[in-house]
Nanobody, 118 residues
């Protein structure tokens, strides 16, 4: 059974940093596109960042130059380094893994809470 397990969420002050990790139990992890999404209270889930199997990245405008997504295929883990955190970054952060080749597969983690507050 495929599982994605996020960790690293915490309470941090504005301007601080956190690193989220998502460990995946996927046998062909290296071919998956991986992503981080977030959902704040009362808002829809939104894309934060994605990274392809080839290492190409995409970021939401709101996190560009502050967040960095990376992957370690040997450890089947994806990371999100978050710097210069702002109160508006407060949300539950979800890990996503998607295989677009047939048969398509999409998996989600259970989420980890990030709270930015003084």
């Amino acid at each position: 059974q495929v599982q994605l397990a996020e960790s690293g969420g915490d309470l941090v002050q504005p301007g601080g940093s956190l690193r989220l990790s998502c460990a995946a139990s996927i046998s062909d992890f290296s071919i998956y596109r991986l992503g981080w999404y977030r959902q704040a209270p009362g808002k829809q889930r939104e894309l934060v960042a994605t990274i392809t199997s080839g290492g190409s990245t995409v970021y939401a405008d709101s996190v560009k130059d502050r967040f960095t997504i990376s992957r370690d295929n040997a450890k089947t883990t994806v990371y999100l380094q978050m710097n210069s955190l702002k109160p508006e970054d407060t949300a539950v952060y979800y890990c996503n893994a998607e295989k677009t080749l047939f048969p398509r597969r999409v998996y989600w983690g259970q989420g980890t809470q990030v709270t930015v507050s003084s």
